[in-house]
């Protein structure tokens, strides 16, 4: 099992490469194709200051030529430096957006799954009654609602019309309201994955031999069904939390909120060349490192599922 | 006193499209050490029956009526918590399908120690040794390996092993059997009949096998029910059911049973046309639209058990047109009622 299990990580490691790798080439040369220079701006520079800049920045170079000088910095570690906010590292820039975007994000994820396989598995046991449609039918106006609007809703409601919480991100408590609109879909979709799972589940025969042994129902519940109920649920939640974690464009915007994916949106309004490749490898690694994860939980959940 | 005692059961399903009646007026008696056999066709009510005794019903289904007694003492009417010190530990019962009937992300040593922790005092460590001893009892090989497998690393003969296990391990007064061979190939089911009776003997326990295999009723039952419809056409020894049976239904499913000792290549007999909706039951002999020789009584009314020997009950109006029954229970020594062709 062991010298198995090596051998799969290191498959998967080589997996991982070749696939930041495809980003990293795609993501350069589409960038570059398009007709905007990082120093474009209203106010006119005069060229040879432009020539002068994308020097410094050894932008004058072929594309072929940039893409390996690139390579060969991010081999070593050096993601560059950020044409957007001068003076900045891109590592330096990502690691403090994603402070906060982490810190939302992680709240919002796991706020998702715990109380969608909570709210799930009510609305399965209570399958046809009164709260099982009220779980339905909000889940599904959640599920269907964009997240802008989910987001205006909430800002609106709770932080002008009640005034109960800050509308920035910046003031005490203002991560709240971000951390709500951030988890509600999530949370509405893990409750639907989770309410058809358990359904399925509690007409297995093993519950039914559960319950013959003598076991508790709440036991046969939260032991001999939840366990397997949360295989769908773990492969949404993989790239759900790499997705979350790394911040939303959307609410992070509206509630100004410092993060990630403010950042990323503001570094492709300015064609900060250098910050866009940077975040898109820190968000293609976040997403192969928390299906990786994902995968590795099946295997804990599931002792069937065989990895190798 | 009998250790089991099941008086007019009723059981329904109650669905959107109205009441079906699973079990209708079902009673009978089990002694201990016995086997009883129950058979029928799928849909007779077999399951369900032994559902009943459990109390495991599963929504929409509900005991509507009648009375089951365990050592004369009521089990219908029982709080959910008071049934679940009987289940497993006074009346176990094992499945039809071994391979989904094990619950597939635990151990298997979890849901034996499980099943032991539930019903004594024992700790981790001594469930564990019971486990390891119940899994040797039933003929499993290298059981302290076992216990930390799961059950898709098992074969489906070593999977009904470990349920039979798992249902014996707190020695229970009954074992309920539902089909426990079905699902498994010929050669298996031989071994696991065999281990089943001679576990019986061991721990001198009654068992209510429910199948629908004649051969598998002949092999191990003292006492036969022939279930049609969730109610009883025909119960009595083994061998009166074999040798004689005194209802249509039986006598049908006796001729469908192929004869390997003719040499000459016979045609199999069906029973023709399919068991009744049990949403709308007819107010005659469930099998009468069914029966080759039903009679107009058959339609109106539905006949009630006649004695038509000593240990032999059958509830079939032909025997009372025939004159080939009694209201009591016969002397010793009486006849057999010869089959009335």
Same mark, same amino acid.
């Given at each position: 099992m062991n010298a198995k299990f090596y051998a799969y990580l290191f498959k998967r490691l080589l997996m991982a490469l070749l696939t930041i790798f495809l980003v990293i080439a795609i993501t350069f040369f589409v960038m570059h194709a398009i007709p905007a220079s990082p120093f474009s701006s209203e106010k006119a520079k005069s060229d040879a200051v432009i020539a002068a800049l994308e020097a410094k920045y050894g932008f004058d170079k072929p594309v072929p030529v940039q893409f390996l000088n690139y390579l060969w910095s991010i081999l070593h570690g050096d993601f560059g430096l950020s044409t957007g906010w001068v003076g900045n590292t891109v590592i330096?820039?990502?690691? $403090?957006?994603?402070?906060?975007? &982490?810190? *939302?994000?992680?709240?919002?994820?796991?706020? &998702? *799954?715990?109380? $969608?396989?909570v709210f799930g598995s009510i609305a399965a046991l209570q399958r046809?009654?009164?709260?099982?449609?009220?779980?339905?039918?909000?889940?599904? &106006?959640?599920?269907?609602?964009?997240?802008?609007?989910? &987001?205006?809703?909430l800002l609106l409601v709770f932080a002008l019309l009640l005034g109960w919480l800050p509308s920035m991100g910046n003031q005490p408590g203002?991560?709240?309201?971000?951390?709500?609109?951030?988890?509600? #879909?999530?949370?509405? #979709?893990?409750?639907?994955?989770?309410?058809?799972?358990m359904l399925d589940v509690l007409g297995q025969d093993y519950i039914r031999t559960a319950r013959a042994k003598g076991v508790k129902n709440t036991k046969v519940i939260f032991k001999h069904a939840l366990k397997?109920?949360?295989?769908?649920? *773990?492969? #949404?939640? $993989?790239?759900?939390?790499? #997705? *979350?974690?790394?911040?939303?464009?959307?609410?992070e915007n509206i509630f100004s909120v410092p993060g990630l994916g403010r950042l990323f949106t503001n570094s492709m309004l300015r064609t900060d060349y250098m910050m866009i490749m940077g975040v898109t490898i820190f968000l293609a690694t976040m997403i192969i490192l928390m299906n990786f994860i994902g995968d590795i939980l099946y295997k804990v959940v599931d002792p069937r599922i065989d990895l190798t | 006193m009998s250790m089991l005692e099941v008086k007019d059961l009723h059981t329904s399903f109650f669905t959107p499209s109205g009441e079906v009646k699973a079990v209708n007026g079902l009673s009978f008696q089990l002694d201990k050490g016995k086997v009883l056999g129950i058979v029928g066709e799928s849909g007779s009510g077999k399951s369900v029956s032994a559902y009943s005794i459990m109390q495991i019903l599963t929504n929409p289904g509900r005991i509507v009526s009648g009375s089951i007694k365990l050592h004369g003492e009521e089990l219908v009417g029982k709080s959910e918590e008071e049934m679940r010190k009987i289940r497993g530990n006074k009346i176990s019962i094992i499945f039809q399908d071994p391979m989904t009937s094990l619950n597939p992300t635990f151990t298997i040593g979890n849901q034996l120690r499980e099943a032991i922790i539930l019903h004594t005092d024992r700790s981790k460590k001594e469930a564990e040794?019971?486990?390891?001893?119940?899994?040797?009892?039933?003929?499993?090989?290298?059981?302290?390996?076992? +216990?930390?497998?799961?059950?898709?690393?098992?074969?489906?003969?070593?999977?009904?092993?470990?349920?039979?296990?798992?249902?014996?391990?707190?020695?229970?007064?009954?074992?309920?059997?539902?089909? @426990?061979?079905?699902?498994?190939?010929?050669?298996?089911?031989?071994? +696991?009949?065999?281990?089943?009776?001679s576990l019986q003997k061991e721990l001198g326990m009654s068992i209510i096998m429910i199948?629908?295999?004649?051969?598998?009723?002949?092999? +191990?039952?003292?006492?036969?029910?022939?279930?049609?419809?969730?109610?009883?056409?025909?119960?009595?020894?083994?061998?009166?059911?074999?040798?004689? @049976?005194?209802?249509?239904?039986?006598?049908?499913?006796?001729?469908?049973?192929?004869?390997?000792?003719?040499?000459?290549?016979?045609?199999?007999? @069906?029973?023709?046309?399919? @068991?009744?909706?049990?949403l709308h039951v007819p107010p005659g002999c469930p099998f009468a639209p069914r029966c080759d020789r039903a009679m107009k009584i058959c339609l109106q009314e539905k006949p009630k058990e006649y004695w038509v020997g000593r240990d032999h009950l059958s509830a079939c109006w032909m025997n009372v047109k025939n004159g080939a029954c009694y209201e009591e229970r016969p002397e010793e020594g009486t006849v057999e009622v010869e089959e009335n062709d």
């Open positions: 330096d820039l990502i690691i $403090g957006g994603f402070s906060y975007s &982490a810190q *939302i994000g992680f709240t919002a994820g796991l706020l &998702a *799954i715990v109380l $969608g396989v046809g009654k009164a709260l099982d449609k009220l779980i339905q039918v909000l889940t599904t &106006a959640l599920v269907s609602m964009p997240s802008f609007v989910m &987001a205006t809703i203002g991560l709240i309201l971000p951390v709500i609109s951030l988890s509600l #879909y999530p949370m509405a #979709y893990v409750t639907r994955l989770q309410r058809s799972s397997n109920t949360l295989t769908p649920v *773990i492969t #949404y939640a $993989g790239p759900m939390m790499a #997705y *979350i974690l790394t911040g939303s464009m959307v609410v | 040794a019971r486990a390891i001893e119940m899994l040797k009892l039933v003929g499993i090989s290298e059981p302290e390996k076992r +216990i930390h497998q799961y059950a898709y690393e098992l074969s489906g003969g070593m999977r009904q092993r470990v349920m039979i296990a798992m249902a014996l391990a707190c020695e229970p007064d009954i074992l309920i059997a539902d089909e @426990p061979t079905t699902a498994l190939d010929v050669t298996i089911q031989a071994q +696991i009949l065999e281990l089943m009776l199948t629908h295999d004649m051969g598998v009723i002949a092999q +191990i039952c003292d006492e036969v029910i022939v279930m049609y419809a969730g109610g009883v056409c025909e119960r009595g020894t083994a061998d009166a059911i074999f040798y004689h @049976p005194m209802h249509e239904y039986t006598r049908g499913l006796m001729r469908s049973i192929p004869d390997m000792s003719d040499d000459e290549k016979t045609r199999l007999v @069906p029973i023709t046309g399919t @068991p009744i909706d049990l």
